[in-house]
């Protein structure tokens, strides 16, 4: 039973304790096991006369003005007061004795001063000025290679740490920061435990290459290539042991990572132990019940009746049922997750460490649905050779095992019919009521949801492990120079197996699935860096120079695919020589540098090149060069700001620069397309001689001119605080141009080759303003309120698609986008490109209205006005992406 007792530092200050479970109230003098003496003990106590001395002071600013509204108290008692307009205070009846007065006040450093008061005396506490508060502004911002000061950044960076994350069930290190950050857009792609998410930092700067941010894990730069068995790479990491992600937006922060940084990087720093720290043991334990917050509106089995009752056909009628189903509510169920981390934190001696471990079982919305994950993280750093050589070890590991339910049984139960029951006794298909024709399954009718759900095992175990070991160490004959090494690596397996028995409805006619996967990636690195730090009088210098190498190396089996009974239904595509598994690969090899100047810490300068090489890209376009420069004025640093207390941060910044991409996806055609090459053909499609059939060789498509897509960005910022730091924030306008798109288009066809390619062509660009803003509206000892809130506006615009645009051209159509159908016609896609529009924009027919204002069924408008509603019609509305994206939180 949980209680406290406070001890009074002298017999006559009173101070209370309340035992709310007990309902006792202990004065002091009376002894908790005294509960019979305690009213008039507490009568006696009320009466005795207070006596004391009188403490008086004022407490100002740098500038010498009074400061109103400071908390002055008594360190051990509950005595204190807060400052008047003036400055001045007063504290009345202090009984006797030494004390220490505490002064804090929101935006300013905290006073502590030793005071003697006598009985009947008065104190007089000479004048006190608080120090402005630049915590925040001397705080350390991760960024590429290194950290520094918030002050000191030049570019568009935002650093969210543990205090600042979202709370409650968060499966995905991603979700942390969903709505904290401008500029970034978060879109998980269902509810399903563990589903990945479209990240998204100021627009996409591609159309066929990866828009994904690069995504670095204490130095670690990890794969983003998808896994078979796991919907979200991310989803691996244990978001419980993440301290702080630092998000870089602008090409003068991210160009120091060239490669793979044209869309933002994002950092994520895992927590570490302290040195001289004592052993802390930390668990955390949260339980969570998520419920369907509603379900489409359909018509209820009466509903259902009486409507084909009143239009139907006869056969219609006839198919009608006698049960009452309510299909969504069937398939979904309250779903109830445990997430519980046990952390041990200390040092022993100069070796400082964090070692933990995680379990999550989260169940899914959707009936047997559930990702099950294990982790367990070791950090390890000591400091050696007189604190000169720092040693960072970090191993994190995980083991996920995911229960997949066929997500199409939510598109079913909305439009399955309501009047039919989940179990038929006389179903031949494992029991599931299934629409039949003479007993024969209906292939065009809708499958059972529950059955679809029920009648599937799909189950997969992931396993990853990130590690490093960074070695950084102080040269001791040259002062100021450090040098750093960093071995990393990123492994990834994953094996699984998808099984639909014979008697499914859904794959009756196939006699089930027994189908096999597996896959791994490895990734591996080494980086190497060199830093000097030089101070020049009121001038401060560094340089950092390095090299980095990476490999990434795709591992790919292939399986028959079996029927239930494990006949073959489809045998596998083995490679020209007999193989079931192969393994794609490429590398990155980077040498980079950047140089800091800051004069007074008021001009700043930041400039970067970096140089990377990918074997994606033929020897003659193989590198690429990528700058960047930024230029920053901290002009709360100038002497006419410099005492401000009204405005305690204020600097402007400026930067542009360079950033690429090579990120085409997998596969022959994409890692080696500068290469003629031959693949071999399936076994669908094979050439006849005779009474045999040959698989063949086909001449696939190639560019030896394919090389790095570019992103020039322009930003502009400005970083503001208010109030003593109370109110701080940014904005920034930012313009980024993408050129050498690499960008699938079709081409005249040639000989041996196919008419569709992936060459550099086309151009795009994004357009935006990021407004960030946060409160400290209460901010003490006990009780800390903060509000947060930030915009983005973001406009993307294709400026070239071809070599040879014709400003008639209709676009590109996307494929395996939204579709449409239209009078009879197959199903079409529905976006499109087209320059002078956003990307993906819709390409649909113009609905039209009744004077009901209601959409009339099948008609749609002759946009032309040749008296036919047909292809030519179509019109470009809308586009998926949003016009503003708004965050708003209170921590």
Wanted: aromatic residues 10%.
């Amino acid at each position: 039973m949980p209680f406290s007792l406070l001890v009074p530092r002298r017999p006559r200050s009173f101070q209370w304790a309340l035992l709310p479970t007990l309902g006792i109230v202990l004065l002091p003098g009376i002894a908790a096991a005294n509960p019979a003496g305690l009213a008039a003990n507490a009568s006696s106590l009320a009466m005795e006369p207070l006596a004391g001395g009188t403490i008086t002071g004022r407490i100002v600013d740098a500038s010498g003005e009074g400061l109103p509204g400071v908390t002055v108290v008594l360190e051990g008692t509950s005595l204190g007061a807060s400052t008047d307009a003036t400055g001045a205070y007063s504290i009345s009846n202090v009984p006797a004795g030494s004390y220490t007065l505490v002064t804090s006040y929101v935006g300013f450093k905290a006073n502590r001063t030793p005071i003697t008061v006598t009985e009947g005396g008065t104190t007089a506490v000479p004048v006190a000025t608080l120090a402005e508060n630049t915590t925040l502004l001397n705080e350390a911002v991760v960024i590429g290679y290194g950290s520094q000061r918030r002050q000191d950044v030049t570019g568009s960076v935002e650093q969210i740490d543990e205090k600042q994350f979202v709370k409650g069930q968060v499966t995905n290190p991603e979700q942390l920061i969903q709505g904290k950050v401008a500029g970034v857009q978060i879109t998980t792609a269902s509810g399903a435990p563990g589903a990945a998410s479209d990240i998204r930092i100021r627009g996409g700067s591609s159309l066929n290459a990866s828009n994904s941010p690069l995504i670095v894990i204490d130095g670690v730069p990890v794969d983003n290539t998808s896994l078979a068995g796991n919907s979200n790479p991310l989803s691996l990491i244990n978001p419980n042991d993440i301290e702080s992600i630092t998000v870089l937006k602008d090409a003068s922060s991210t160009a120091i990572y060239g490669s793979r940084a044209s869309n933002g990087v994002i950092i994520v720093t895992t927590k570490r132990g302290l040195q001289g720290e004592a052993l802390r043991v930390n668990v955390s334990t949260q339980h969570s019940l998520a419920k369907a917050a509603d379900f489409v509106p359909v018509l209820s089995a009466s509903e259902f009746r009486a409507t084909v009752n009143q239009y139907g056909n006869d056969q219609q009628k006839a198919t009608l049922g006698t049960a009452s189903t309510d299909w969504q509510k069937e398939i979904f169920r309250t779903a109830y997750t445990t997430d519980n981390t046990v952390s041990l934190i200390g040092s022993a001696g100069k070796v400082p460490f964090r070692v933990s471990g995680g379990y999550l079982n989260q169940q899914g919305l959707l009936l047997d649905n559930s990702l099950k994950r294990y982790s367990g993280s070791v950090g390890v750093t000591p400091l050696l050779l007189d604190d000169n050589l720092r040693i960072d070890i970090n191993i994190k590991g995980s083991v996920i095992k995911n229960n997949f339910s066929a997500q199409d049984a939510v598109n079913r139960a909305v439009y399955f019919d309501p009047t039919q029951p989940v179990y038929a006794t006389d179903s031949k298909f494992g029991g599931f009521f299934e629409f039949t024709d003479n007993g024969n399954i209906r292939t065009l009718a809708p499958r059972n949801p529950v059955g679809l759900i029920k009648q599937r095992e799909d189950l997969s175990t992931v396993k990853r492990s990130i590690g490093n070991i960074q070695l950084d160490y102080k040269l001791p004959f040259v002062a100021g120079l450090s040098a750093n090494v960093n071995l990393g690596y990123d492994v990834q397996r994953s094996d699984g197996n998808l099984f639909v028995p014979g008697t499914a409805g859904s794959d009756f006619l196939r006699g089930g699935i027994n189908r096999e996967y597996k896959q791994g990636l490895n990734n591996t690195l080494l980086e190497t860096y060199a830093k000097y730090n030089r101070d020049f009088g009121k001038a401060k210098l560094e340089v950092l120079g390095g090299y980095s190498w990476q490999q990434f190396q795709n591992e790919q089996y292939r399986f028959d695919d079996n029927r239930a009974d494990g006949t073959v239904y489809v045998a596998a595509e083995r490679t020209y020589d007999n193989q079931l598994s192969f393994t794609d690969q490429y590398n990155l090899l980077s040498y980079y540098g950047r140089a800091n100047l800051n004069i007074n810490d008021r001009y700043l300068v930041t400039g970067t090149l970096r140089a990377d090489g990918s074997s994606r890209f033929s020897p003659d376009n193989r590198w690429g060069y990528f700058p960047s420069g930024a230029v920053a004025w901290r002009i709360k640093g100038e002497d006419f700001l410099k005492e401000s207390n009204a405005i305690s941060d204020l600097k402007i910044r400026f930067g542009v620069g360079q950033t690429g991409q090579q990120d085409i996806g997998t596969g022959s055609g994409n890692l080696y397309g500068y290469l003629p090459f031959y693949s071999l053909s399936s076994n669908l499609s094979q050439y006849p001689q005779g009474s045999n059939y040959y698989r063949t060789l086909r001449a696939e498509f190639y560019d030896l001119n394919r090389k790095w897509e570019t992103t020039t960005t322009y930003n502009a910022g400005i970083d503001y605080g208010f109030f003593g730091g109370r109110v701080y924030g940014s904005v920034d306008v930012y313009k980024r141009d993408t050129k050498d798109l690499l960008n699938t288009v079709f081409l005249a066809a040639l000989t041996n080759q196919t008419n569709a390619g992936t060459i550099n062509v086309g151009s795009l660009t994004n357009k935006g303003v990021e407004v960030a803003v946060n409160v400290d509206a209460v901010k003490g000892d006990q009780l800390n309120l903060s509000l947060n809130a930030n915009a983005t506006f973001n406009r993307n615009e294709l400026t070239k698609l071809t070599n040879s645009d014709s400003p008639n051209a209709v676009g590109v159509v996307v494929s395996n986008s939204a579709i449409y159908n239209f009078d009879g016609e197959p199903n079409q896609n529905a976006q499109i490109n087209t320059v002078g529009y956003q990307e993906g924009a819709f390409y649909v027919y113009e609905q039209k209205y009744g004077a009901d204002g209601k959409p009339l069924v099948n008609e749609f408008v002759d946009r032309n006005a040749d008296g036919t509603v047909d292809s030519r019609d179509l019109y470009r509305y809308k586009s998926p992406r949003p016009k503003a994206i708004l965050g708003f939180g209170v921590t």
